[in-house]
């Protein structure tokens, strides 16, 4: 496989992580002017911060 294709694969694994890990329905539920809001994401969905935060950005 190809440098391109690998790197491909990574990048739609891990959308797929974050999205499938924190539903777009499920963000509701968070308070976004709460100051330690990935924090908080992170305790609800059980996900590790670096993720919990890639999901707030998008």
Known sequence: MSINFTQK?????DNYLQYSSIPFHMLQYIDFSDEHVVQQTSDIFCVPEHIAF????K
């Open 9 to 13: 694969q990574e990048t739609q694994a």
């Open 54 to 57: 890639k999901r707030i950005q």
